[in-house]
Nanobody, 128 residues
Framework: QVQLLESGGGLVQAGGSLRLSCAAS????????MGWFRQAPGKEREFVAA????????YYADSVKGRFTISGDNAKNSVYLQMNSLKPEDTAVYYC?????????????????????WGQGTQVTVSS
């Protein structure tokens, strides 16, 4: 089992930045990829970014490309999401997730069903 704990959320003005962290514990050696998702009230959980545990390949939703950067530190079993140029539409609860599945097509990691473990979420609010 993998346990995930997000941190770093908060309230920020539009155009500002936040850095989210996700600390993983448990049997992390079996994790192939880590992802970030977000969910606004009344909406479905949507993909934000993902990174492979081996090799560091990354994948981003079109809505955040050029603004967000996902990175990982295998030694610390942590994954990060640097969010710059934040917009009000980025407001949501952000979730960290871990996948035990390997996909040759990186885009498959955008699916919620690819992830077996989820953190409790951290609130990000962007004011105009």
């Amino acid at each position: 089992q993998v346990q995930l704990l997000e941190s770093g959320g908060g309230l920020v003005q539009a155009g500002g930045s936040l850095r989210l962290s996700c600390a993983a514990s448990g049997r992390t050696f079996s994790t192939y990829a880590m992802g970030w998702f977000r969910q606004a009230p009344g909406k479905e959980r949507e993909f934000v970014a993902a990174i492979r545990s081996s090799g560091g390949s990354t994948y981003y939703a079109d809505s955040v490309k050029g603004r967000f950067t996902i990175s990982g530190d295998n030694a610390k079993n942590s994954v990060y999401l640097q969010m710059n140029s934040l917009k009000p539409e980025d407001t949501a609860v952000y979730y960290c997730a871990a996948s035990r599945l390997y996909y040759s097509d990186y885009s498959d990691y955008k699916r919620v069903g690819a992830y077996a473990y989820w953190g409790q979420g951290t609130q990000v609010t962007v004011s105009s």
